[in-house]
């Protein structure tokens, strides 16, 4: 449709752009999420879950902490989705807010663990003379349990959401330098990172542009399923009172809260316990797609 201007002169209608995908466009998605159902549906439960930790007090919540003995453990109903626990607080906020915490656990554990094991396994796997004293010490680390570890750490300090990230990320970062340093074994031997030490190249120049980039894929797998263990890990803290302080709604506070009432008050244990197992799932079912993806091997069968 077109207009006419003062002067009578005909004014062409603007051309909206188009935000709707082509064909073509559409062919790609379609062809990617028959590809790799496991990352579309992994990266979709943990987008949710995301969208719910970031938009909670939006969600029909109520304060998480805001106490009311005269209501507690009443059960779900129209008023109280998730029903209340014995101090009258409602499980649904505190569900939905807690997912703020299991989140941020993982995803700072994932980060943390990610840069420091990535740095240690670069400087062991491509400096023989640091390898066998960096080694040791990891062994040593891996050698106890990560979540006795965590525990002895946390025994060492106050509990707080800080706290429990510093200490699964020591018991989680030996792991990724394990993982690194057998990528760059395996990469230092190459012929082009042998041209490169031939030609003159710095040692920190190798391996910013020619070991760091082919360690990312396996480095992002390992990552999901650190964020996943580290969730799990934060939640057995909390559970058996080493991990978060109580006033902080965790899905780990949660279920300690309510197993003195399991036999008659199930669901305040098992809203927490489900939207746990599903948001672990979703990271491992993240994890499983993108090393399917990235493995060169898997590739070529898809």
């Known amino acids: 449709m077109s207009a006419t201007s003062s002067s009578?002169?005909?004014?062409?209608?603007?051309?909206?752009?188009?935000?709707?995908p082509t064909p073509k466009e559409r062919g790609k998605i379609m062809g990617f999420i028959h590809r790799h159902p496991t990352i579309v549906i992994g990266g979709t439960l943990v987008a949710i879950m995301v969208l719910i930790a970031v938009f909670a007090p939006l969600l029909w919540t109520k304060d998480p902490t805001a106490l009311a003995p005269a209501r507690r453990t009443r059960e779900p109903s129209d008023l109280y989705w998730f029903g209340t626990d014995m101090l009258g607080r409602d499980v649904y906020s505190r569900v939905l807010y807690g997912a703020r915490v299991s989140l941020l656990v993982g995803f700072s554990v994932a980060t943390l663990a990610a840069i420091i094991g990535t740095t240690l396994g670069l400087i062991a796997g491509?400096?023989?003379?640091?390898?066998?004293?960096?080694?040791?010490?990891?062994?040593?680390?891996?050698?106890?349990?990560?979540?006795?570890?965590?525990?002895?750490?946390?025994?060492?300090?106050?509990a707080s959401v800080k706290n429990v990230i510093i200490a699964i990320s020591i018991a989680e970062f030996p792991r990724v330098c394990r993982l690194v340093r057998g990528v760059?074994?395996?990469?230092r031997e190459q012929p082009?990172?042998?041209?490169?030490?031939?030609?003159?190249?710095?040692?920190?120049?190798?391996?910013?542009?020619?070991?760091?980039?082919?360690?990312l894929a396996p480095l992002m797998v390992q990552a999901t399923f650190i964020c996943a263990s580290a969730m799990i890990t934060e939640a057995t803290l909390s559970f058996i009172g080493a991990g978060t302080p109580p006033i902080i709604p965790s899905w780990g506070n949660i279920m300690a809260e309510g197993r003195a009432l399991w036999q008659v008050k199930p669901y305040i244990v098992f809203f927490p316990a489900i939207f746990l197992s599903i948001t672990v799932l979703a990271v491992n079912l993240l994890g499983d797609g993108l090393r399917d993806a990235l493995d060169p091997r898997l590739a070529k069968r898809l």
Do not use: C, Q
């Not at 009578?8 to 709707?20: D, F, I, Q, S, T």
């Not at 760059?184 to 990469?187: D, R």
């Not at 003159?200 to 980039?213: A, E, N, R």
């Open 8 to 20: 009578g002169e005909y004014l062409a209608a603007p051309v909206l752009p188009n935000v709707l």
């Open 126 to 158: 491509f400096t023989r003379s640091v390898d066998a004293i960096v080694m040791r010490v990891m062994d040593g680390l891996m050698s106890i349990p990560p979540i006795l570890l965590a525990i002895a750490l946390m025994a060492l300090t106050r």
């Open 184 to 187: 760059v074994l395996s990469l």
């Open 192 to 215: 082009y990172v042998e041209a490169a030490i031939a030609s003159g190249t710095k040692v920190p120049v190798i391996i910013w542009k020619h070991i760091l980039p082919n360690t």
